[in-house]
């Protein structure tokens, strides 16, 4: 499966932005899908995880509250509404899918997207 993010930006701090992960090659209806985030000089960090049902959903103690992981499979996206942003929140955003995974440690995802860049100025 191929992973394309996109949605990123320059946003003032409070604002919002949402974030898209769209997939292509084959359905992500059966796979877990997560957000994680890099910023620079930083090791690579979870965000938010959905599981493959929608049933299940995670969030890093960072975000919770503020950001929101949702999908619609018959669009084959998965999204991250991002509000009341936070200077640190500025980083690299990634999605991630897998099969069997749906836990906070990025090295358990098969595939990956691009990422796209969120900057939040104060």
């Known amino acids: 499966v191929q992973l394309q993010a996109f949605g990123g930006g320059l946003v003032q701090a409070g604002g919002s932005l949402r974030l898209s992960c769209a997939a292509s090659?084959?359905?992500?209806?059966?796979?877990?899908m997560g957000w994680f985030r890099q910023a620079p000089g930083k090791e690579r960090e979870f965000v938010a995880v959905?599981?493959?049902?929608?049933?299940?959903?995670d969030y890093a103690d960072s975000v919770k509250g503020r950001f929101t992981i949702s999908r619609d499979n018959a669009r084959n996206t998965v999204y991250l509404q991002m509000n009341s942003l936070k200077p640190e929140d500025t980083a690299a955003y990634y999605c991630?899918?897998?099969?069997?995974?749906?836990?906070?440690?990025?090295?358990?995802?098969?595939?990956w997207g691009q990422g796209t860049l969120v900057t939040v100025s104060s």
């Open positions: 991630a899918a897998d099969l069997t995974t749906s836990g906070r440690r990025w090295s358990e995802y098969d595939y």
């Open positions: 090659g084959r359905s992500i209806s059966n796979y877990n």
């Open positions: 959905i599981s493959w049902s929608g049933k299940s959903i």
